[in-house]
């Protein structure tokens, strides 16, 4: 019988779990790919890597959505079994919810999700900074016109190039120009190509001179000839991450290294899957609605409670990288304080129940 009502409710959450993560990354990935429309549009962004940014960007941040569903699936599912009255009629079996099953199969979707947030996540993370950066390189030259000017060093440079060969990656007859704060730089050179090295895009000028000119004496000017001159093309995309970013180390780096910043990831990394179960327990007592007040009658209260939870844990994230916190306590208190809360949700009815046997009077016949 147990069997049987579980698969039931494991059929009615699969559905409406299905729905709504499809629902909520229509409404993430729309978001995402009009902001990288917009930096395409003004130049930042190449064409080429936006939907390989948005790809990556959402396999990185399924963690951060697969909870929210689970947990508006639960409350949606149980939500529906008590307006149809069926939870009253298991109550009148005396089957109760079956909250033991809630809790089995939160903890296979929480296995899941763990996964994710400790291996493919940070993985995704990776990619991302290495897209990020190639875009950014990108950005700067690969919108190189022949016979047209390009500006660079945020306006305060300019290049022109009489010749683009993109197949060979090579340049011919080039001039560039740069406004440093206290002298201008003029360069020319027949020929040039671009390189990568540590993650940096570089123009590599052949067989040019170089024109050094004070701003106070434009006469007294240095002139050098080179074989090669190296320019570094300087990242245009202002919301890159940084390469070294937490997010993207490896788990098995976070777990040897004892820096609170790094002990701070590692804590929210484990703390997806756990938040999963505890908002899986709290969906039950949470979902107890009489047929009047409707399926979605709790809905709103548990958006609230999911975002007080999730920015209670940023917040205490926050703590544990600055040192407020030490990394024993981190932010494993607001799981805590959760938990007192399902606690207290689930027995308040018995309690509530006790306090009016207690406090009610006796009636005496006459």
Not at 333 to 342: D, F, Q
Request: with cysteine.
């Amino acid at each position: 019988m147990f069997l049987i009502i579980n698969r039931y409710l494991y059929r009615e959450i699969i559905y409406t779990l299905f729905a709504l993560i499809t629902l909520l990354l229509l409404i993430y990935v729309s978001n995402r790919f009009i902001g990288y429309l917009l930096q395409a549009a003004s130049g930042a962004l190449p064409a080429r890597f936006i939907f390989q940014l948005l790809g990556i960007r959402v396999l990185g941040d399924l963690t951060l959505i697969l909870p929210i569903g689970f947990f508006l699936s639960i409350l949606l599912a149980l939500g529906r079994l008590y307006k149809d009255n069926e939870i009253t009629a298991l109550a009148a079996c005396g089957i109760p919810v079956p909250f033991n099953g809630i809790l089995f199969f939160a903890s296979i979707f929480a296995f899941f999700v763990g996964a994710l947030s400790l291996y493919i996540s940070p993985w995704a993370k990776s990619i991302e900074i290495e897209l990020r950066t190639q875009a950014a390189n990108a950005a700067e030259i690969g919108g190189i016109e022949a016979g047209r000017f390009k500006e660079f060093l945020k306006g305060q440079g300019v290049l022109y190039v009489e010749t683009v060969d993109s197949k060979a990656n090579n340049l011919e007859v080039i001039f560039a120009q740069a406004n440093l704060p206290d002298k201008r730089i003029v360069m020319t050179a027949k020929q040039a190509y671009q390189t990568a090295k540590d993650q940096e895009l570089f123009l590599i000028l052949q067989n040019g001179h170089r024109y050094e000119i004070p701003n106070e004496n434009p006469l007294s000017y240095n002139m050098i000839d080179f074989a090669e001159h190296g320019i570094r093309i300087p990242h245009k995309l202002n919301d890159s991450p940084p390469v070294e970013s937490r997010t993207a180390l490896p788990t098995q780096v976070l777990w040897r290294s004892p820096k609170a910043e790094y002990q701070a990831e590692l804590q929210w990394r484990l703390s997806l899957p756990l938040s999963i179960i505890l908002l899986s327990a709290l969906a039950v007592p949470l979902s107890r609605t009489t047929p009047r007040q409707g399926q979605y009658s709790k809905i709103f209260f548990g958006i609230l409670i999911v975002l007080i939870y999730s920015n209670l844990l940023s917040i205490a994230k926050k703590w544990v990288e600055r040192g407020d916190t030490p990394t024993f306590i981190g932010i494993w208190w607001v799981h805590l304080l959760m938990l007192v809360i399902i606690i207290f949700l689930l027995t308040y009815p018995r309690l509530q129940q006790y306090w009016r046997r207690r406090w009610r009077r006796p009636t005496t016949a006459i």
